[in-house]
């Protein structure tokens, strides 16, 4: 399985943007984008995914790298409610149910 | 409610023992889904479910782990002679076809 590269921790305030790095550059043409979530002591919760373009929804939005080796998770306004484990996970074409999850990156949000 | 329904939500047992967590999915989610989380890790794939069918089932790590789904809603997880290293948080999730997973909160094994 092709493997994503996320940093361990982030931080950010209420209320400012807040940008979530991942690499993937082993990502196939198949391949698509997934971010979860985890709040503390839930499961994970979908956020968005994308193929090549960029993608927008309630939550976020996600902009991918023309060479779709690295993407970034894009949260507008950070609420305290987005203190969560962000995964991103690449997502083969042929096996969506199989979530391949890396530890994630710990975005800890100040008020 | 209209999510995914684990029970237990949490599960104390001796080694040795035998255990059952089950999972209600989403109405109409015809594809069903059981995870593992160990402490500071993430969801770990075990079994995935398409219909009444185990449509792979190669994250089980060994045969002491089985899991059914007879109507094709409810799914059960059991595991046999448990171990310490089994304890975890054991999630479900359901989806509709290849959409996104809805997750329960999980089920919290502990063996003593």
């Known amino acids: 399985d092709a493997k994503t590269t996320q940093p361990n921790s982030m931080e950010s305030n209420e209320e400012e943007p807040v940008h979530l790095p991942c690499n993937h550059s082993t990502i196939s043409g198949t391949d698509y984008i997934h971010w979860y979530r985890q709040l503390p002591s839930q499961g994970p919760e979908y956020v968005i995914h994308g193929l090549t373009s960029n993608v927008n929804n309630r939550m976020a939005s996600l902009a991918i790298a023309e060479d779709r080796k690295s993407s970034t998770l894009i949260l507008h306004r950070a609420t305290l409610r987005d203190a969560a484990v962000y995964y991103c996970i690449l997502v083969s074409g042929g096996s969506n149910y199989k979530l391949t999850f890396g530890k994630g990156t710990l975005l800890t949000v100040n008020p | 409610g209209a999510g995914v329904s684990q029970t237990p939500s949490n599960k104390v047992t001796e080694k040795g023992k035998y255990v059952e967590l089950r999972c209600d999915p989403i109405?109409?989610?015809?594809?069903l889904y059981w995870y593992r989380q160990s402490l500071g890790q993430g969801p770990e794939f075990l079994i995935y479910?398409?219909?009444?069918?185990?449509?792979?089932d190669s994250g089980l790590p060994n045969d002491r782990f089985f899991a059914v789904r007879p109507e094709g809603s409810v799914s059960t997880l059991k595991i046999q002679r448990t171990e310490r290293g089994d304890s975890a948080v054991y999630l479900c999730a359901s989806s509709h076809g290849v959409g996104e997973l809805f997750f329960g909160e999980g089920s919290r094994l502990t063996v003593l």
């Open positions: 109405s109409g989610h015809t594809a």
């Open positions: 479910f398409q219909g009444t069918g185990a449509a792979d």
